[in-house]
């Protein structure tokens, strides 16, 4: 099966950048996508086609994806961008979608 | 406006067969590209996807989970239901539905669960 593996856990101070990765084999290949759950609600999408910022979405937040991994990059990571963060793909019509591991973001 | 919202049983009992309602508005599920989801999160974990379906009434499985799962739509209703049988505790968790959207000439995001439901709890336990 289709595996996306993330860092369990990031830890940055405020200001400054953080970086997330997500993981799969020939992932570059997929299209990525990335939301951002804060704790005790529903996941909101920040990322999409590896890069793509949905409309709302400050312009610190970005993406990439090449090889086997993509990559969420927060710039000037602010108190309110603390949660769990998890990469998703659609895989094949056999596998479906695939989410990644999650990563919670602490900013100290 | 998109919205999502998920209804079904807080609690059930194991071996029983839980149904789960989507209700969405402010799109149609028979455009092309359209498709909604099912992920579900266990306390303290990750999200799972486990089900989709799209407008031309494609179903599409989480593997592991295929032979307990049905996902259906009611386009008229605007709602999607998702059955699972023979539960456990294990499949305690908070159901979230999303809508996902794929080769559409709609303009936005793609590739991606783009709007969500807040979820429901649901317990599983003798």
């Known amino acids: 099966s289709y595996e996306l593996t993330q860092p369990p856990s990031v830890s940055v101070s405020p200001g400054q950048t953080t970086t997330i990765t997500c993981s799969g084999h020939?992932?570059?290949?997929?299209?990525v996508s990335w939301v951002h759950q804060k704790e005790g609600q529903a996941p909101l999408l920040v990322i999409y086609l590896d890069a793509k910022r949905p409309s709302g979405i400050p312009e610190r937040f970005s993406g990439s994806n090449s090889g086997n991994t993509a990559t969420l990059t927060i710039f000037g990571t602010q108190a309110m961008d603390e949660g769990d963060y998890y990469c998703h793909a659609w895989i094949s019509r056999t596998t479906g979608v695939v989410f990644g591991t999650g990563t919670r973001v602490t900013v100290l | 406006q998109v919205t999502l919202r998920e209804s079904g049983p807080a609690m059930a009992k194991p071996t029983q067969t839980l149904t789960l309602t989507c209700t969405f508005s402010g799109f149609s599920l028979t455009t092309i590209g359209m498709y909604i989801g099912w992920i579900r999160q266990p306390p303290g974990k990750a999200l799972e996807w486990l089900a989709l379906?799209?407008?031309?009434?494609?179903?599409f499985y989480r593997e592991s989970l295929k032979t307990r799962l049905t996902i259906s739509r009611d386009t008229s209703d605007n709602q999607v239901v998702l059955t699972m049988t023979n539960v456990d505790p294990m499949d305690t968790a908070t159901y979230y539905c999303?809508?996902?959207?794929?080769?559409?000439?709609?303009?936005?995001?793609?590739?991606?669960?783009?709007?969500w439901g807040q979820g429901t709890v649901v317990a599983v336990s003798s």
């Open positions: 379906i799209n407008w031309a009434d494609d179903k």
């Open positions: 999303a809508r996902f959207r794929r080769d559409t000439p709609v303009s936005g995001p793609s590739d991606a669960f783009d709007f």
């Open positions: 020939n992932l570059e290949d997929k299209f």
